[in-house]
């Protein structure tokens, strides 16, 4: 079973996935700017809607925001002059909303999806991303030791506090969902992840069972709307991405290895859609300099069944 299972991650490499947005360095119109030292750093975030288009956060030109449409073709550039935005989400409604800053403190901002400033919500600190809504219209986002809920219409609802699990890394993950990543602790004994959900309805608390093999695992990615969950693993040999769909009755069911390597820190750097694509934001190099900021789209029919 081991074998079988570690051949199919081996082999199985997707060389399918089409390019959603390609951006240009630069800071022209679609273009976006980045800074290199050490270490390379791509825009802050990236967001997709219900249909289908993409939205950017071009952080190293003035915290501008740029549209997609789902062919790549930009559609206009909202560039906010009150604050910085550092994070994206959007609706069920194709609403855009932001967390920002400001020296007058810090926002919760929502745009029409034409681009006109909607609303302006202040919160009492520091918005951590990620920047999640559900299929409720309700807005989840994390503190460090909590996630926090707001409704659409950014009125506070409550905060979640505490789990029964043994938390390393919280993170307020409830993509289509009422489920919240609340921990992922790591095995001593084998080395793996588990990685700990809570219902935020039910208050039910369940863990996900990594599978054997030398696959190590990151982080939830996302839920389809089918309440499939999607993780990540990481193939230490080849340095690739797998991606791990995991059924509501907790079961990884299929796998998908992407063929492109991250280069330097990319803040959000998947993306789950309703209808369980994944959205896979790269830096590219051409001739040996990165010359791309891309973002490749993977089909749900791309994924393989383990046996």
Same mark, same amino acid.
């Not at 409550?158 to 993170?171: A, D």
């Given at each position: 079973?081991?074998?079988?299972?570690?051949?199919?991650?081996?082999?199985? *490499?997707?060389?399918?996935?089409?390019? @959603? #947005?390609?951006?240009?360095?630069?800071?022209?119109?679609?273009?976006?700017?980045?800074?290199?030292?050490?270490?390379?750093?791509?825009?802050?975030?990236?967001?997709?809607?219900?249909?289908?288009?993409?939205?950017? !956060?071009?952080?190293?030109?003035?915290?501008?925001?740029?549209?997609?449409?789902?062919?790549?073709?930009?559609?206009?550039?909202?560039?906010?002059?009150?604050?910085?935005? *550092?994070?994206?989400?959007?609706?069920?409604?194709?609403? !855009?909303?932001?967390?920002?800053?400001?020296?007058?403190?810090?926002?919760?901002?929502?745009? $029409?999806?034409?681009?006109?400033? @909607?609303?302006?919500?202040?919160?009492?600190?520091?918005?951590?991303?990620?920047?999640?809504?559900?299929?409720?219209?309700?807005?989840?986002?994390?503190?460090?030791?909590?996630?926090? #809920?707001?409704?659409?219409?950014?009125?506070?609802? &409550?905060?979640?506090?505490? *789990?029964?699990?043994?938390?390393?890394?919280?993170?307020?993950?409830?993509?289509?969902?009422?489920?919240?990543?609340?921990?992922?602790?790591?095995?001593?004994?084998?080395?793996?992840?588990?990685? +700990?959900?809570?219902?935020?309805?039910?208050?039910?608390?369940?863990?996900?069972?990594?599978?054997?093999?030398?696959?190590?695992?990151?982080?939830?990615?996302?839920?389809?709307?089918?309440?499939?969950?999607?993780?990540?693993?990481?193939?230490?040999?080849?340095?690739?991405?797998?991606?791990?769909?995991?059924?509501?009755?907790?079961?990884?069911?299929?796998?998908?290895? $992407?063929?492109?390597?991250?280069?330097?820190?990319?803040?959000?750097?998947?993306?789950?859609?309703?209808? +369980?694509?994944?959205?896979?934001?790269?830096?590219?190099? &051409?001739?040996?300099?990165?010359?791309?900021?891309?973002?490749?789209?993977?089909?749900?029919? !791309?994924?393989?069944?383990?046996?």
């Amino acid at each position: 079973m081991l074998n079988s299972l570690l051949s199919i991650l081996i082999l199985f *490499s997707v060389k399918e996935s089409k390019i @959603a #947005v390609s951006c240009a360095l630069g800071n022209g119109p679609g273009e976006v700017g980045i800074i290199t030292e050490d270490i390379t750093y791509g825009p802050q975030d990236f967001e997709v809607d219900w249909e289908e288009n993409i939205y950017v !956060l071009d952080s190293y030109n003035g915290g501008r925001i740029m549209k997609f449409d789902a062919n790549g073709v930009l559609l206009f550039t909202i560039t906010p002059k009150d604050f910085f935005p *550092s994070g994206l989400a959007v609706d069920s409604k194709n609403n !855009l909303i932001i967390t920002a800053s400001s020296p007058k403190g810090f926002f919760l901002v929502r745009y $029409t999806p034409d681009g006109k400033l @909607a609303k302006i919500f202040s919160v009492p600190r520091a918005i951590s991303i990620p920047l999640i809504t559900d299929l409720k219209g309700k807005i989840y986002f994390d503190q460090v030791d909590s996630v926090i #809920v707001f409704d659409e219409e950014f009125n506070y609802l &409550e905060t979640f506090k505490g *789990s029964e699990f043994n938390r390393t890394m919280p993170r307020g993950y409830s993509q289509w969902s009422d489920w919240v990543e609340f921990k992922m602790d790591k095995d001593t004994a084998t080395g793996k992840y588990n990685i +700990g959900l809570r219902n935020a309805k039910s208050k039910q608390e369940i863990a996900l069972k990594i599978p054997p093999g030398r696959i190590s695992y990151g982080f939830i990615e996302g839920m389809d709307k089918n309440g499939n969950v999607y993780t990540t693993g990481l193939d230490c040999a080849t340095r690739q991405r797998f991606f791990f769909r995991i059924n509501p009755t907790l079961q990884t069911i299929d796998t998908l290895r $992407t063929e492109q390597k991250p280069i330097g820190d990319l803040a959000h750097a998947h993306f789950i859609s309703p209808n +369980g694509e994944i959205y896979r934001a790269c830096l590219v190099r &051409e001739a040996r300099k990165i010359k791309w900021y891309r973002i490749f789209r993977y089909s749900k029919n !791309l994924f393989a069944r383990m046996e």
